[in-house]
């Protein structure tokens, strides 16, 4: 009865989930206490705070009810005047929470960095602004390649010259690809002319650090906050619950869809690639296709809810990706922000497709590299890449004018493809891949799966989570939500949402975002 949930949530609250699976529920006493231990629960207020890499996410108990609400707190008592300070202040330690104190002195260092660049270019001349651009983006990409890359680079070299280059660990720093490409966009626009140099240290960190968007984006050009970044932003109750709401759906996506989805991967992974029947494959390559889209986008509604608690309004990062009906419409749909900065920063500035089919080709080429390496220092992500390049390439010059003309022919082609393709970005041993592709078309292979039925057992826990994704991938969801937004029919479900997302992650049945790890 909705009476025993709701002090079931509670008491998993007290407890921090920690002993979820012993927790009971004692009416007399009309206070939680753990079946295993006999003790009674501790209050909200005393349980254990831990420092660590799950602390900076947002679909964490810490976050939620320690973080969030101070911060909240403090951001608009001060005096306006000193928002900005606090923002910065806030989302560095929000930062070192989850990241620590390594993570922590590179992003600060490429804040002075990227700070001071901006400066010199705006107030050098001729040649030498270039040459302060090139140092400050040697830094930028330099940092980047050295986290990122070095180890993936000496692990190739060292196979191809059979040396020993184990001696190298260095450990990624949480969100650098989004904060490290976010500083490159604003020392270019300041090179171009398109942004205003940032004056202010505390003004520049707290659009580089603005710890909704730090880890995993949307991808910021200082021309998205400018207005805002440097207004009062006095409190506004109806942009704190509009983004309180869009903050609850994002969650929602994330821990009761992405979180719950996640398990039929790690099935797959269980039974092993090569013994999957050809329906478990496909079945779980969409599922994998929408636990990505749920945990990515999710996060960028959060990401969007936050700001907007905070009087800022920041990019959509999705836009129905799976109502696509090719490739190229798709990526114009899915991380949107990265997509603009590569077009801006790579592909205009390689010719696009002003200088001929050649030069086309070869921007694409370059492009889709280098968005597969921006994912990952693997080489399933250099071959999703290229495969994206192949069809995106066969959209333009071959396709694109048959899958413009029919509209249901186009879908179903965008439908066959996509999860494939995610397959591809998800799966990093190429050998498994290979596996994983024969059973998707077993007449290619002479394998044979365990179980011929294995499927049926996975629709048993998966049918209404996929007939749910499935659904909230339309447009129709989103278009209740704001004709109706203001009204019960909304926020009612979203308080059902809230409170089911606070017992999923109480009994520990959370992951962490996909995208972190990029």
């Known amino acids: 009865p909705p009476a025993h949930f709701l002090k079931f949530v509670t008491v998993l609250l007290l407890t921090n989930g920690a002993e979820a699976p012993t927790i009971r529920y004692c009416s007399r006493l009309r206070r939680g206490y753990c079946s295993t231990h006999s003790a009674v629960c501790k209050p909200l207020f005393l349980f254990h705070f831990t420092v660590g890499a799950s602390t900076v996410s947002f679909s964490t108990l810490p976050f939620l009810f320690y973080f969030l609400p101070a911060f909240l707190a403090v951001y608009y008592i001060v005096p306006a005047r000193f928002r900005n300070a606090v923002l910065a202040l806030g989302s560095l330690l929000f930062y070192w929470l989850g990241a620590g104190t390594g993570a922590l002195l590179v992003l600060v260092a ?102 909704p968007q730090l880890v995993m984006g949307p991808i910021l050009r200082l021309r998205d906050v400018s207005a805002e970044l440097h207004t009062k932003r006095p409190f506004s109750r109806a942009a704190v619950e509009s983004g309180f709401s869009l903050f609850v759906v994002g969650l929602g996506c994330k821990v009761v869809l992405a979180d719950q989805l996640a398990s039929l991967w790690t099935a797959l992974e269980r039974i092993g690639f090569a013994y999957l029947s050809a329906p478990l494959a496909w079945f779980g390559a969409v599922g994998y296709s929408l636990q990505l889209y749920y945990d990515f986008a999710g996060y960028s509604l959060m990401a969007m809810g936050l700001a907007r608690m905070l009087g800022f309004v920041i990019p959509r990062n999705f836009d129905l990706p799976y109502c696509s009906r090719s490739i190229s419409e798709f990526w114009r749909r899915w991380h949107i922000t990265l997509g603009t900065w590569f077009r801006d920063y790579v592909y205009i500035p390689l010719g696009g497709s002003r200088n001929g089919k050649r030069r086309l080709l070869l921007s694409l080429f370059v492009v889709w590299t280098l968005t597969g390496l921006w994912h990952g220092a693997a080489w399933n992500f250099v071959l999703w890449g290229l495969v994206l390049f192949v069809f995106i390439a066969l959209e333009k010059f071959c396709i694109g004018g048959f899958l413009e003309r029919h509209r ?111």
């Open 408 to 518: 249901f022919l186009s879908r179903l082609y965008f439908l066959f493809l996509i999860p494939q393709t995610w397959v591809v970005f998800r799966i990093s041993d190429l050998g498994e891949l290979g596996d994983y592709f024969s059973r998707l078309y077993p007449f290619l292979s002479s394998g044979e799966s365990v179980f011929a039925g294995d499927l049926l057992r996975q629709l048993e826990s998966y049918w209404w989570l996929f007939a749910l994704g499935i659904l909230l991938a339309t447009p129709w969801p989103r278009r209740f939500y704001e004709k109706y937004r203001a009204t019960p029919l909304v926020w009612l479900p979203l308080f059902a949402v809230f409170w089911l997302c606070l017992y999923l992650i109480a009994t520990g049945t959370g992951n962490p975002f996909l995208y972190a790890r990029f």
């Open 110 to 211: 490429l804040i002075l960095v990227n700070f001071a660049a901006g400066r010199l270019i705006e107030d050098a001349h001729g040649d030498e602004r270039r040459a302060w651009l090139i140092l400050a983006l040697a830094c930028d990409v330099g940092s980047l390649f050295y986290f990122k890359y070095m180890g993936w680079f000496l692990e190739n070299l060292g196979r191809l010259t059979n040396t020993d280059f184990s001696f190298f660990r260095v450990a990624l720093p949480l969100g650098v690809s989004f904060y490290v490409f976010q500083s490159i966009a604003y020392v270019a626009d300041v090179y171009r002319g398109d942004a205003e140099a940032e004056r202010s240290l505390l003004d520049y960190a707290a659009f580089q650090a603005m710890f």
